[in-house]
């Protein structure tokens, strides 16, 4: 170790306060694992209110350990990366990754959030669900929309005006040449695209990951099978319970098939 640990634990102590700033370490923290986030997210991952962490960033920012990038989405600055990466380097904690310069593709957290990007793309005719991918990944649309616009920026997605319905021009992203040139290099992906199954698994229960269209096929199974059962009796319920077994059987099928093609 570069540093005697004594000093390094003295200048911490003497940035952030470990007795009385609980809450600006855990906002450290969790953005050096989680990437760029939400006052919103953070609030809710680390148990305080969004007043509290308002602010905690507030502070955190006179001290120039955060930026706000955009909206209210805060990463670590450069100095705020130094700092962890001491810590880090002080305690061998394992579970907090190595902070490295933001590059995408080459970050972890960006190449995750890239893989669930061009995989929805794939699966949605091109067209990115933005509130979709949002919600299975957990993560506010503004976050999201951060990531969009990095790889925006390195042509992988771009932004279009597509009509509704009614004739309304509605702003949507979609993936470009080069984006699907990316993703066919990356091994998951280049399963998935060969796997029928699982791709006609996800399009009917219009989800992005299998555990996600697992548990909805479930749910549908359990909300609806009690009323088969209980209208079983009635003439015409018969044929819609034989529709409704077919149905159990064909997901059933799908989804081993999904799931042995996927090894």
Same mark, same amino acid.
Request: aromatic share 12%; proline share 3%.
């Given at each position: ?16 306060? *470990? +007795? ?15 990437? !760029? ?36 989405? /805060? ?28 590059? !995408? &593709? ?31 990944? +957990? ?27 009614? +004739?309304?021009?509605?702003?949507? /992203? ?22 029928? @199954? ?7 229960? *219009? ?33 819609? +319970?034989?529709?409704? &077994?077919?149905?159990?059987? *064909? @997901? ?6 999904? /799931?042995?093609?996927?090894?």
């Amino acid at each position: 170790m570069n540093h005697n640990i004594f000093d390094v634990l003295r200048e911490l102590d003497s940035i952030v306060d *470990f +007795g009385r700033a609980k809450i600006q370490w855990d906002i450290l923290l969790y953005i050096a694992s989680k990437g !760029p986030s939400s006052v919103s997210e953070i609030a809710e991952a680390t148990n305080n209110s969004r007043k509290a962490v308002l602010d905690a960033i507030r502070k955190l920012t006179d001290k120039e350990l955060v930026v706000k990038i955009k909206y209210d989405i /805060y990463d670590l600055s450069e100095k705020g990366k130094e700092i962890l990466n001491k810590l880090n380097d002080l305690t061998h904690y394992t579970t907090l990754p190595k902070i490295e310069d933001e590059i !995408p &593709l080459n970050n972890s957290i960006q190449y995750f959030y890239l893989i669930e990007m061009l995989k929805a793309s794939l699966i949605n005719s091109d067209v990115l669900p933005v509130e979709k991918v949002s919600r299975e990944l +957990g993560i506010s649309t503004q976050t999201l929309k951060y990531y969009i616009d990095l790889f925006a920026e390195k042509g992988i997605f771009k932004k279009i005006n597509k009509k509704t319905l009614f +004739g309304h021009a509605k702003q949507c /992203y979609i993936i470009t040449s080069e984006g699907k040139k990316l993703a066919y290099r990356i091994p998951s992906l280049i399963k998935m695209k060969n796997n029928i @199954f699982l791709r006609f698994l996800l399009k009917v229960t *219009f989800s992005l990951r299998y555990d996600t269209a697992l548990i909805k096929i479930m749910i549908f199974l359990a909300l609806t099978s009690p009323i088969i059962i209980y209208y079983l009796n009635v003439p015409f319920m018969r044929y819609i +319970g034989i529709v409704w &077994l077919y149905v159990l059987i *064909f @997901f059933t099928l799908l989804s081993v098939y999904a /799931y042995i093609t996927a090894k």
